[in-house]
Nanobody, 123 residues
Framework: QVQLVESGGGLVQPGGSLSLSCAAS????????WSWYRQFPGKERELVAA????????KYADDVKGRFTIFRDTAKKSVTLQMTMLKAEDTAVYYC????????????????WGQGAQVTVFS
Protein backbone atom coordinates (compact mmCIF):
# COMPACT_ATOMS: atom_id res chain seq x y z
CA GLN A 1 0.00 0.00 0.00
CA VAL A 2 1.42 3.36 -1.04
CA GLN A 3 1.52 6.02 1.63
CA LEU A 4 2.77 9.60 1.42
CA VAL A 5 3.51 11.50 4.59
CA GLU A 6 4.00 15.25 4.48
CA SER A 7 5.77 17.40 7.01
CA GLY A 8 6.56 21.07 7.33
CA GLY A 9 4.49 24.11 6.53
CA GLY A 10 3.08 26.46 9.16
CA LEU A 11 2.98 30.21 9.68
CA VAL A 12 5.43 32.75 8.30
CA GLN A 13 5.53 36.46 7.61
CA PRO A 14 5.80 37.83 4.07
CA GLY A 15 9.32 37.49 2.77
CA GLY A 16 10.00 34.51 4.97
CA SER A 17 10.84 30.91 4.11
CA LEU A 18 9.33 27.52 4.78
CA SER A 19 9.95 24.04 3.54
CA LEU A 20 7.68 21.10 2.94
CA SER A 21 8.79 17.49 2.76
CA CYS A 22 7.06 14.34 1.68
CA ALA A 23 8.18 10.74 1.95
CA ALA A 24 6.74 7.75 0.16
CA SER A 25 6.51 4.21 1.38
CA UNK A 26 5.30 1.16 -0.51
CA UNK A 27 5.98 2.77 -3.91
CA UNK A 28 8.10 0.27 -5.84
CA UNK A 29 8.87 2.09 -9.09
CA UNK A 30 12.12 3.80 -10.08
CA UNK A 31 10.71 6.01 -12.87
CA UNK A 32 8.30 8.49 -11.37
CA UNK A 33 7.56 12.15 -10.93
CA TRP A 34 7.04 14.04 -7.71
CA SER A 35 4.82 17.09 -7.71
CA TRP A 36 3.65 19.70 -5.28
CA TYR A 37 0.17 21.13 -5.74
CA ARG A 38 -1.65 23.74 -3.76
CA GLN A 39 -5.29 24.42 -3.23
CA PHE A 40 -6.96 27.70 -2.36
CA PRO A 41 -10.39 27.67 -0.71
CA GLY A 42 -13.06 26.87 -3.24
CA LYS A 43 -10.54 26.28 -6.03
CA GLU A 44 -9.08 23.32 -7.86
CA ARG A 45 -5.62 22.09 -6.97
CA GLU A 46 -2.94 23.73 -9.07
CA LEU A 47 0.54 22.56 -9.88
CA VAL A 48 3.31 24.39 -8.06
CA ALA A 49 6.42 22.40 -8.96
CA ALA A 50 7.41 18.96 -10.19
CA UNK A 51 10.56 16.88 -10.57
CA UNK A 52 11.37 13.58 -12.25
CA UNK A 53 13.11 10.79 -10.41
CA UNK A 54 15.88 9.80 -12.82
CA UNK A 55 17.17 13.00 -14.44
CA UNK A 56 15.69 15.49 -11.96
CA UNK A 57 14.02 17.54 -14.67
CA UNK A 58 11.91 20.24 -13.06
CA LYS A 59 9.05 22.52 -13.86
CA TYR A 60 7.48 25.37 -11.91
CA ALA A 61 4.36 27.45 -12.00
CA ASP A 62 5.17 30.93 -13.29
CA ASP A 63 4.32 32.67 -10.03
CA VAL A 64 6.79 30.63 -7.97
CA LYS A 65 9.76 30.60 -10.34
CA GLY A 66 12.81 32.02 -8.66
CA ARG A 67 11.23 31.67 -5.21
CA PHE A 68 10.51 27.96 -4.80
CA THR A 69 12.87 25.04 -5.35
CA ILE A 70 11.94 21.40 -5.59
CA PHE A 71 14.45 18.63 -5.02
CA ARG A 72 14.24 14.91 -4.44
CA ASP A 73 16.13 12.18 -2.67
CA THR A 74 15.77 9.01 -4.67
CA ALA A 75 17.39 6.84 -2.00
CA LYS A 76 14.84 7.98 0.57
CA LYS A 77 12.10 8.36 -2.02
CA SER A 78 11.27 11.79 -0.70
CA VAL A 79 10.75 15.27 -2.06
CA THR A 80 11.19 18.71 -0.58
CA LEU A 81 9.78 22.05 -1.61
CA GLN A 82 11.88 24.93 -0.38
CA MET A 83 9.82 28.13 -0.41
CA THR A 84 11.43 31.54 -0.07
CA MET A 85 10.22 35.13 -0.44
CA LEU A 86 6.76 33.97 0.53
CA LYS A 87 3.78 36.17 -0.21
CA ALA A 88 0.32 36.34 1.27
CA GLU A 89 -1.04 34.87 -1.97
CA ASP A 90 1.00 31.69 -1.37
CA THR A 91 -1.32 30.88 1.54
CA ALA A 92 -2.91 27.53 0.71
CA VAL A 93 -2.96 23.85 1.53
CA TYR A 94 -0.04 22.12 -0.19
CA TYR A 95 -0.21 18.51 -1.34
CA CYS A 96 2.57 16.24 -2.54
CA UNK A 97 1.91 13.81 -5.33
CA UNK A 98 3.80 10.88 -6.80
CA UNK A 99 3.00 9.03 -9.99
CA UNK A 100 4.76 6.40 -12.01
CA UNK A 101 6.05 7.64 -15.36
CA UNK A 102 7.52 6.04 -18.44
CA UNK A 103 10.51 8.35 -18.49
CA UNK A 104 10.12 12.09 -18.26
CA UNK A 105 6.60 13.38 -17.63
CA UNK A 106 4.36 10.77 -19.24
CA UNK A 107 2.16 9.33 -16.51
CA UNK A 108 1.52 5.61 -16.70
CA UNK A 109 0.25 4.90 -13.22
CA UNK A 110 -2.06 5.97 -10.47
CA UNK A 111 -1.72 9.26 -8.64
CA UNK A 112 -0.97 9.13 -4.93
CA TRP A 113 -1.42 12.10 -2.61
CA GLY A 114 -0.14 13.30 0.70
CA GLN A 115 -2.48 14.43 3.45
CA GLY A 116 -1.91 18.15 2.81
CA ALA A 117 -0.04 20.81 4.78
CA GLN A 118 -1.23 24.30 5.56
CA VAL A 119 1.03 27.19 4.64
CA THR A 120 -0.08 30.56 5.93
CA VAL A 121 1.72 33.77 5.08
CA PHE A 122 0.50 36.67 7.22
CA SER A 123 1.64 40.10 8.21
Amino acid sequence: QVQLVESGGGLVQPGGSLSLSCAASGFPFTNYAWSWYRQFPGKERELVAAITSVVAATKYADDVKGRFTIFRDTAKKSVTLQMTMLKAEDTAVYYCNIVRTSGDWLKIGEDYWGQGAQVTVFS
